[in-house]
């Protein structure tokens, strides 16, 4: 239990921290993409700041992993965290990293279900366009015959990927960018089927809270008709018993006073 305690006191005193250098990263990761003829020193600050990012994620799974009482279960449920820190050079499951740490404050802030999956669902979308846009300008950028060449292509690219839309007038030509585009329309299936489960999910709990409510007032109404039964036999059982108690007026005995009359 003390274990369990230190393990929930170090993940809420690391929620702003590790929201704060998820961004970081994102900014570190996109930057160099975005601006490949930027000084030398820029690139370096973000090559810097990605490596220190990856160390704080890695150093705070190991403090989980050590406070966590059940290792074994720990590292099960927690599969996302592990590839991140063993492979640190793939840089979508680093950026997959920012959207699981924005639904974690989200659950940690105890918010709702409806709201939790719109921010797992704004997160996920903003983090695989973002993801999607800017790998894909990283590997088709100088790609012979490559027709994606400017932010504003990649991120249309993504758009109409994730939506499973494919205009097909920008696509990728090169192996590593199809591989892309096959995660990126995935993961928009997956995310359509996730908001269409929620959706459906929420009907139904709606419908059921709805027929409970109608049963719990029939169930009153039944009730509060054979209470009414019962006093009504009770108030002509009360009725009869009266009328059948009432009682007989005595006839009043004659008067010496009145002689009667002779023969």
Request: hydrophobic residues 50%.
């Amino acid at each position: 239990m003390k274990q369990r305690t230190a393990q929930v006191r170090w993940e809420q005193r690391m929620h702003t921290p590790l929201l704060a250098l998820a961004l970081a990263f994102a900014v570190a990761y996109a930057v160099p993409i975005v601006a490949p003829g930027a000084n030398s020193w820029v690139h370096t600050a973000c090559t810097v700041t990605e490596w220190v990012v990856w160390g704080s994620f890695a150093v705070d799974y190991l403090m989980r992993l050590a406070l966590a009482p059940y290792k074994w279960l720990f590292v099960r449920s927690h599969p996302l965290d592990l590839v991140a820190v063993l492979l640190p050079l793939v840089q979508p499951l680093r950026l997959l990293r920012v959207v699981s740490t924005l639904l974690l404050v989200g659950r940690r802030a105890g918010m709702a279900p409806q709201i939790t999956l719109t921010t797992y669902v704004g997160g996920a979308v903003v983090g695989l366009m973002m993801f999607g846009s800017l790998a894909v300008l990283h590997v088709e950028r100088d790609a012979p015959g490559g027709n994606i060449k400017t932010l504003g292509d990649a991120v249309w690219w993504s758009f109409t990927t994730m939506t499973t839309v494919g205009y097909g007038d920008h696509a990728p030509t090169t192996g590593l960018g199809r591989v892309l585009a096959v995660g990126l329309m995935l993961s928009g299936i997956a995310l359509l089927g996730v908001v269409t489960a929620n959706i459906a999910a929420w009907f139904i709990s709606r419908f059921e809270r709805d027929d409970a409510e109608e049963r719990r007032r029939t169930a009153l109404l039944e009730a509060l008709m054979v209470e009414v039964k019962e006093l009504r036999a009770e108030v002509g059982r009360l009725s009869g018993g009266t009328g059948a108690a009432a009682p007989v007026p005595a006839q009043s005995a004659p008067d010496p006073s009145v002689t009667s009359p002779r023969p």
